[in-house]
């Protein structure tokens, strides 16, 4: 096992499967502004680089010009629909007792608000030392200078981290901080494409990472 002093934790496809709510929520923008429906796999494709992103793959680039008024549309509906189905994966409670003299982050992509909402509402946000969501920092995943300005925040080396994610922008920016990867197989990604990028480690159960690190 990898002796580490913190775990720094991805959101959505890592702590909670928050995809079916994503997608009704996308797919309600677009019936809204009269556009079809996607597939649920292709929106599910297209989460993790965060919500402006989302609806502007959504849309597409011919409706680009529209992004100010789907997000005037999806930003309220979702915020009222984000619990709706949206749930912790099997054993992450379990995981951060274990962890429990750990620090722990969660660092994400999606809007700081809407994180620290669901995390609250599902009984989470009290296992962790500080939540970082895209609005939260200068930078954003995949910089690796967001990981490393925490890492020098908390005093802690690159060599005694971890980064628990689903998704690729969580292993880039862990490679380039120099942080060990645990990537999520079960989550919103295709797992061939997070083995493609080498991580360190490899799970499609949470529980499974208690012995990984130490």
Not at 117 to 143: C, M, T, W
Not at 146 to 156: A, M, P, Q
Not at 172 to 197: E, Y
Request: hydrophobic share 40%; aromatic share 8%; with cysteine.
């Amino acid at each position: 096992m990898v002796p580490v002093e913190i775990l720094i934790f991805d959101f959505d496809g890592t702590l909670v499967s928050s995809g079916e709510d994503l997608v009704a929520a996308v797919n309600h923008t677009l019936c809204a502004l009269s556009l079809p429906e996607r597939p649920e796999k292709e929106i599910l494709g297209f989460i993790g680089d965060g919500v402006d992103t989302l609806i502007g793959r959504s849309l597409g680039g011919e409706q680009m010009h529209r992004h100010a008024e789907a997000m005037a549309i999806f930003s309220p509906y979702y915020e009222t629909h984000m619990l709706d189905r949206t749930r912790l994966y099997p054993g992450v409670v379990n995981v951060l007792e274990h962890f429990a003299d750990k620090k722990k982050l969660i660092v994400t992509n999606k809007r700081h608000a809407f994180t620290v909402k669901i995390a609250r509402q599902l009984g989470i946000l009290s296992y962790f030392n500080e939540v970082f969501g895209r609005d939260s920092h200068r930078h954003v995943k995949p910089d690796p200078r967001l990981l490393t300005s925490i890492l020098e925040k908390y005093g802690v080396s690159a060599d005694r981290a971890a980064m628990i994610g689903d998704g690729t922008t969580d292993l880039i920016m862990a490679k380039g901080a120099g942080v060990r990867s645990c990537a999520h197989l079960a989550g919103l990604t295709d797992p061939d494409l997070l083995r493609a990028h080498g991580p360190d480690f490899t799970y499609e159960n949470i529980e499974e990472i208690v012995n990984y690190f130490s």
